[in-house]
């Protein structure tokens, strides 16, 4: 599990959030709950060329990934507001185009990303590599943002809006065309990126302290009762909150 050793930079730049793990965690598997969100895992070694790119679309049920062995895994999680793909791709291309999709590809030996992994040989910290990543999305990709009608909307998300029909009476939007641009955009609906987005903030709170009792982090979330929260834990996680809490204790 990926969260058992990971160095975080969230402040590095607009769109992206950094974690890494190297070969001594023994990281061969790494688990994605439900998400709106993209993510990119680079896998490569000291002392070879060999490595990996893997990139992970919004996901809609919890997704399993088996890595190959490397030295080192850097990863990035993007956030919703848009996704990065090919450069000189129509500025209008969405996450929708990568949904429930994961790419698994080996760099050419004149790409750019290998020009990466030989940059990456060459850094002496997490920092570095943030900046070189930074520097490669920017010559080498095109960063495609969601449309403004989806900020929007995010946006009152964001603030507490907890259900459809809230989203639909403070932005003047109906039900349906609201349903309509979150599957257009995400290839999910508003109301299930509504669940993954408390889901995710109702995990963190775990993560951060795992000693509260679950009505402290289910409180103001939008989750009707107890029963509620353990139906939709087991949805996200496949197991219980009470499991879950004992792992992240052991770790």
Known sequence: DMHKNVLTDTKAVKHMHF???DKTNTILNISFIPSSTTEWII???DNNDISEFICIGCQNIFTTLSLKEFDHYFG??????????????DIKTYPVNITDNIFRYEP?????????????????SFKDRITLFKAFVTDCKTFCPVSENIEKLNRLIYSGTSTVAE???ESEYSVRHISRLYNEVYG????????????QNVLAAIIADPERDNSFFIEGAGYSDQAHFQREFRTFM????????KLIKNF
């Open 19 to 21: 974690y890494e793990a």
């Open 43 to 45: 896998c490569y070694n």
């Open 76 to 89: 990035i999680r993007f956030d919703n507001t848009g996704c990065y793909f090919n450069k000189g791709c």
């Open 108 to 124: 050419a030996p004149q790409s750019y990303e290998m020009q990466l992994i030989k940059d990456f040989h060459n850094s002496s």
């Open 167 to 169: 989203l639909s009476a």
């Open 188 to 199: 999910i609906g508003a109301k299930d990126f509504i669940k993954m987005y408390r889901f």
């Open 238 to 245: 496949g197991m219980t909150p009470k499991k879950y809490i």
